[in-house]
């Protein structure tokens, strides 16, 4: 297991396109320098110890497709400029990610395939803080989004909704509140939701309730989570 901190020579891998630190014990800030990397496609930092706030400069990773910050202790909130990252919204060709939760965290497995992968921002198990921002809706092909065990705050973003390939949405464990719009029929291409454990209020809409794909095959419960399995 490594330790220690990313140092700020790190940018002097100019070439670099492809981080995993994953699963292991950095500390400290997540350096100015690795957001200016501007050939890197993938990061992974997950399973950390690093510290403070998101850089505004998460807005340069013009080329990062996917990028995995859960399970450190970052605080602050998600910059605006986070809807900048625009090629978390095209799709990779070579590799397929497939990630699950297993013992509270989450595993990133790589599998050499032909297989159309997930457009993936996680950010789940911080101490992120403030709202949703309203840049979210920039990342129109993100299909996958956890932003869950934070400490988000405000009604959910009508933002979201616009979001029309999403299959994973995860916001449990959080201070938001309000209620769950019909807006969500939107996101007919949703399998899995989770917003359990906030101060959400209300009743499940029935257009949420006649989504296509979860007209059969749907566990929909007030606990505000669902699960939709393919037919």
């Known amino acids: 297991m490594l330790s220690g901190t990313i140092s700020n020579t790190i940018e002097q891998a100019a070439g670099l396109s492809f981080v995993d630190l994953s699963d292991n014990a950095f500390s400290g800030t997540i350096p100015v320098e690795l957001y200016l990397l501007d050939s890197l496609e993938y990061m992974y930092l997950s399973i950390n110890q690093f510290t ?89 092909k993100l299909k996958t989004l956890d932003l869950s065990n934070n400490f988000f705050h405000g009604k959910i973003s009508e933002k979201l909704y616009s979001l029309t390939n999403l299959e994973f949405l995860m916001l449990s464990s959080n201070q938001l509140t309000g209620t769950i719009s019909s807006q969500m029929n939107k996101l007919e291409k949703l399998f899995e939701f989770h917003a359990d454990d906030n101060f959400i209020d209300g009743t499940i809409p029935k257009e949420i309730k006649e989504m296509n794909i979860c007209k059969s095959k749907c566990n929909l419960s007030f606990s505000v989570s669902f699960i939709c399995v393919k037919a």
Request: aromatic share 14%; proline share 4%; hydrophobic share 35%.
């Open 52 to 140: 403070g706030s998101i850089s505004s400069f998460i807005g340069e990773m013009k080329q990062v497709r996917e990028l995995g910050l859960g399970n450190n202790n970052l605080s602050g909130s998600i910059p605006f400029e986070f809807g900048n990252l625009e090629n978390m919204s095209e799709y990779i060709e070579k590799c397929f990610l497939c990630s699950f939760y297993q013992l509270s965290r989450w595993t990133h497995f790589y599998f050499p395939c032909n297989i159309t992968p997930t457009a993936y921002f996680s950010i789940n198990e911080n101490g992120l803080s403030g709202e949703i921002p309203s840049s979210i809706d920039l990342l129109g």
